[in-house]
């Protein structure tokens, strides 16, 4: 008979291994999403994308219903390096978005979402606790094409600006109401140490890992420069 004891210390071994491999690939997922949606025409203005301070890639956005309904998806936060966001882009840090309405005005479908963080009091609050969109950071609905130049005063403003991609449709769409916030847990398990968001993003205390490779090659091959003023 197989000793319990030692099926129990395999079991335990076995988990930290999984719950990595599950991390390792919502990056991949988050690298192949940003890929496919800059190939789209009609995609995210270069412009924009090249001023961005920070890119948040959640994949496979989900709908539950609780009450009138709601959504909740994981995904990966990268920013530009160094103080002022000038270098290249840092490893990822785990992200999460919850709650809000728009799991209803999609139809329930799973969708992706990519946002833009535009200045660096944006970046840092996310990074450094839960944020509500639309309350302790302004945000809208990004336009799309080759340059913003039909863009509003209140999206040129916002300082977080959100795609969706559902059912093979692409726009700008409005996440007021929900929330974002660094998912230090997951962190842990991707990076298989205690590393929170800042550490991560800011302070450039681990290198991207392996399945972070098709995210960093393609935001710096569309954005390799932080081309905005700098606040």
Not at 48 to 54: F, G, N, S, V
Not at 208 to 223: D, I
Request: positive net charge; proline residues 5%.
């Amino acid at each position: 008979m197989v000793n319990r004891w030692l099926v129990i210390g395999i079991l335990l071994a076995f988990q930290p291994v999984c719950a990595q491999k599950k991390e390792n690939e919502r990056v991949t997922n988050a690298g192949r999403v940003m890929s496919e949606i800059l190939r789209i025409p009609d995609n995210i203005p270069a412009d924009l994308l090249q001023k961005a301070e920070c890119v948040i890639v959640l994949p496979s956005v989900l709908k539950f219903a609780v009450g009138i309904g709601g959504s909740y998806g994981r995904g990966v936060m990268t920013c530009r390096g160094g103080a002022n966001f000038s270098g290249s882009w840092s490893a990822p840090s785990m992200i999460a978005l919850e709650g809000g309405s728009f799991g209803l005005q999609l139809g329930g479908q799973a969708t992706d979402f990519v946002l833009l963080v535009m200045n660096t009091r944006g970046a840092q609050s996310i990074l450094s606790s839960k944020v509500k969109l639309g309350a302790d950071a302004s945000a809208a609905a990004g336009p799309k094409g080759r340059d913003a130049s039909a863009a509003t005063d209140v999206t040129m403003r916002a300082e977080i600006l959100s795609y969706s991609r559902s059912r093979g449709l692409f726009a700008g769409v409005s996440l007021e109401g929900s929330t974002l916030r660094p998912d230090n847990d997951a962190n842990k398990k991707l990076y298989k140490k205690d590393l929170r968001a800042p550490d991560i993003v800011l302070h450039q205390a681990t290198r991207p890992p392996a399945s972070a490779k098709q995210l960093m090659s393609v935001l710096n091959q569309k954005s390799p420069r932080n081309k905005s003023r700098r606040d």
